[in-house]
């Protein structure tokens, strides 16, 4: 048989992050069918990606059969120029006061929401990805005095993505320049609410009346 020789796309820039906050249900547990409306925002320098978790090998008759990675969590590294401020307080879970004084600090809890990025490739490839459940696990903000030439003073969000279903999965994804990528599918349609299941990816597609 021949061998098929394959010239990948390279990554070429990070594009735009996406953001919906979660709704919990009646008893104040995620609900991975309701979600607020999808914040979009062009502010991205740079995303690190870490995933959590541990390789289990198995061995027999003296030799390695199997290995089973378990991937607990990802945690992504996220340098932005600026920030939506009131939604990373609420991100924080500091207390918003309706007089104007903002509370930081203590034991605060942290609402759960759906994180999405755009990974642009050279040559016009796109991947979107969606995790549907992460938290914010810390965040900087460092300040430098000005100098005569303008400089970039950038903080860096770290965000937790968990797993969602049953399968264990933290993220959903598609990608261009793999032959399943659905026909008539756009970055808009997309992000327009977090995709959870299949079903919520073929509804974006085609919305339902």
Do not use: H
Request: hydrophobic fraction near 30%; include cysteine; glycine fraction near 8%.
């Amino acid at each position: 048989m021949a061998i098929k020789s394959k010239r990948p796309m390279m990554k070429e820039t990070v594009g735009a992050q996406y953001y919906a906050f979660n709704v919990p249900d009646e008893d104040g547990n995620v609900d991975l069918e309701n979600y607020e409306q999808t914040v979009k925002t062009d502010v991205v320098k740079q995303i690190g990606t870490t995933e959590n978790g541990e390789t289990t090998t198995v061995r027999a008759s003296g030799k390695d059969y199997a290995s089973f990675n378990n991937i607990s969590s990802t945690d992504l590294a996220v340098e932005v120029v600026a920030f939506p401020q009131e939604d990373l307080a609420r991100m924080r879970g500091e207390t918003i006061d309706e007089g104007g004084l903002n509370s930081s600090g203590g034991v605060k809890e942290r609402p759960y929401f759906a994180y999405g990025k755009v990974v642009k490739l050279v040559g016009g490839g796109v991947r979107w990805d969606w995790y549907p459940k992460c938290q914010l696990i810390e965040n900087t903000d460092d300040i430098a005095t000005s100098e005569e030439s303008f400089s970039e003073q950038n903080d860096t969000v770290t965000i937790r993505a968990y797993e969602f279903n049953d399968k264990g999965d933290n993220k959903n994804y598609v990608d261009s320049t793999m032959t399943n990528f659905p026909e008539g599918l756009t970055e808009e349609k997309f992000f327009e609410k977090p995709i959870v299941t299949k079903e919520d990816l073929a509804s974006a597609i085609t919305p339902t009346a």
